[in-house]
């Protein structure tokens, strides 16, 4: 069965959709990927199909409005009534939904996020028109998958809808060679370098921390604002930034870190009742966590023991926290790491997807 998955990005670091489309490979589903080339076309192997769409617009508003015009083409073009969509976020459900009523066939719906409560478009014009997009068409979708029990919780509560299943995006189980310790302890944040995410604070802590260094590994466009912070309170040599990393080279460097942080400030509700996928990443490679006070990361941590949990973003705050975990040390967290590495992995989120497809599967075959 062909399963068509498109999504706005250029696919590369979107590990979620990579994931899904090999669990659908693995278990003799035909994936075809469609992303686009905004932010670049990087090289890239994978075991199936993919196509990025070519995209000459320069601003994003326009962006998303070329990408939507073009991706409904090349789904008109490749799906056919044997065919399965699978839509990833607000961006690509438009299209995705004219077709498969076109069509009369199944569609998924996956929203990673709240796309409406994104802290880049509270207070702008453009919410209105997404909000729109929004109530128009998620309570219309049969299959709808979303990334956290709060994000599930809150679709439900807004549009009325059954709820969505939830499919937690959550890292491979990884082989544990054991920790290493550091001399110069190291504080790491991964992701992507946007407004809203304490990095700000974070550069800020390190003033009082001593005989340690923060490694920021990622890109976005509050780059150049959080490195300004870092040279005004001369930082440099406490502050690294290590540029955009591919998926591979993040998970060598990860488990090299004492301590990882997801400090993003409350600036919109897709970041209040978001899991991000950097924490489980942290605890997949047993690196103890600090973490925001929001519903879903405090829950891991209060769960497992895995951290501590931040009651403010003031940077001697954070600072207090980090150095709570920095002189406990790895090991002191390395029992009850494993025990959430063991159920906070992508293993345990497959037999949801694969149960979504086979009810698709079924459905294809009673109307064909």
């Given at each position: ?253 990860t488990p090299k870190a004492d301590v990882g942080i997801s400090i993003e400030e ?76 063991d159920e906070l992995c992508w293993e345990n989120e497959e037999g949801k997807i ?15």
């Amino acid at each position: 069965m062909k399963i068509i998955v498109s999504v706005f990005n250029n696919l590369q670091t979107d590990q979620r959709v990579e994931k899904v489309c090999k669990t659908l490979y693995d278990n003799g589903y035909h994936p075809h990927l469609i992303g686009n080339d905004w932010l670049g076309a990087p090289e890239m192997e994978r075991p199936y199909p993919f196509y990025r769409i070519k995209l000459n617009s320069k601003k994003a508003r326009f962006a998303y409005i070329e990408f939507q015009n073009k991706l409904y083409r090349e789904l008109k073009k490749n799906a056919d009534n044997k065919t399965v969509l699978l839509a990833n976020d607000l961006e690509t459900i438009v299209p995705n939904y004219l077709i498969s009523k076109k069509l009369g066939i199944p569609l998924v719906f996956d929203s990673h996020e709240i796309f409406t409560e994104m802290p880049t478009i509270q207070g702008r014009w453009v919410k209105k028109i997404w909000k729109a997009v929004e109530k128009k068409f998620v309570p219309k979708i049969k299959r709808m998958i979303t990334a956290s029990d709060s994000y599930a919780n809150w679709f439900v509560k807004e549009y009325r809808i059954e709820r969505p299943i939830v499919i937690k995006n959550l890292p491979r189980r990884s082989h544990f060679s054991g920790i290493n310790e550091n001399d110069s302890k190291i504080i790491l944040y991964q992701g992507w370098l946007n407004y809203s995410r304490g990095l700000d604070k974070a550069i800020l802590a390190m003033k009082w921390i001593d005989n340690a260094e923060l490694r920021i590994a990622g890109c976005g466009p509050a780059e150049a604002f959080y490195r300004e912070v870092s040279i005004e309170n001369h930082l440099e040599d406490k502050v690294k930034f290590l540029g955009k990393l591919t998926p591979d080279d993040l998970r060598k460097l990860t488990p090299k870190a004492d301590v990882g942080i997801s400090i993003e400030e409350n600036n919109g509700l897709s970041y209040y009742y978001s899991l991000p996928n950097k924490i489980s990443d942290y605890i997949q490679s047993r690196v103890p966590v600090v973490v925001s006070d929001f519903p879903e990361m405090k829950n891991i941590v209060n769960t497992f023991g895995v951290g501590e949990i931040i009651e403010n973003h003031s940077p001697e705050h954070l600072a207090e926290k980090l150095k709570i975990v920095l002189e406990k040390g790895k090991a002191a967290y390395l029992h009850n790491l494993n025990v959430a590495a063991d159920e906070l992995c992508w293993e345990n989120e497959e037999g949801k997807i694969l149960r979504i497809f086979s009810d698709c599967k079924k459905e294809l075959e009673r109307s064909h």
